[in-house]
C-alpha cells in the first residue's frame, strides 16, 4: 500500500541571514556554541572540528556552504549536529554553527509556498528556496554537502 505523506515533522533552523528547513530526522542534537579545534589547510567553510560524543566531528558553516554571506556576529550561536544521509559512509554526523535554536513545525501543502528556486542563482549544496508562511527558507542537499565534507576531511 502506497501512503502519501501530508505533514513533514521539521526544523526551522535559523542562520543569521536566511533559515533552514530541514526534516526533523536530519538533526542529531543542537549544543550550546563551543571552540572549536581549528583545521590547518581546510576550506573556508570549514570551521574547525568538535569533540562530540567520544568522536571528531567537522564543524561547518552552512553560510558559506550555501553561498551566503558569513556570519559577523555570532550572537546567540549554537553548534547544530546532523545526522548523515548517504549509507555507507566515513562520517555518521557533521556539526554546523547556527545562530539559534530550531524550531520544530509540520511542513505541510498548507504551509509551504511556491519553489523559489528559478528566481535565485543557488550553488549545488541548495536543494531549493522556498516560502514557508512569511517568510523564506533554504532546503540544503544535505547529500551533496556530505559528500563534500567526507571529501576534505578524509584528506585532514
Given at each position: ?32 556554541y563551543q ?55 566515513m562520517l ?65
Amino acid at each position: 500500500m502506497n501512503a502519501v505523506v501530508e505533514k513533514v515533522r521539521s526544523l526551522w533552523v535559523p542562520l543569521e541571514e536566511s533559515s533552514l528547513l530541514v526534516p526533523n530526522v536530519a538533526i542529531a542534537e543542537v549544543i550550546n556554541y563551543q571552540p572549536l579545534d581549528l583545521v590547518q589547510d581546510g576550506p573556508e567553510w570549514l570551521l574547525g572540528r568538535l569533540r562530540w560524543r567520544n568522536q571528531e566531528l567537522p564543524v561547518v558553516s552552512m553560510e558559506r556552504l550555501l553561498g551566503l554571506n558569513p556570519p559577523q556576529s555570532g550572537r546567540g550561536a549554537r553548534i547544530t549536529v546532523f545526522n548523515t544521509v548517504k549509507p555507507d559512509t566515513m562520517l555518521a554526523f557533521f556539526a554546523a554553527v547556527t545562530a539559534g535554536i530550531p524550531r520544530l513545525l509540520n511542513a505541510d501543502a498548507d504551509s509551504l509556498g511556491a519553489s523559489l528556486r528559478a528566481d535565485r542563482n543557488l550553488p549545488t549544496t541548495v536543494a531549493d528556496c522556498i516560502e514557508l508562511d512569511t517568510a523564506e527558507a533554504l532546503i540544503p542537499d544535505l547529500e551533496a554537502i556530505q559528500t563534500l565534507i567526507e571529501e576534505v576531511w578524509k584528506s585532514l
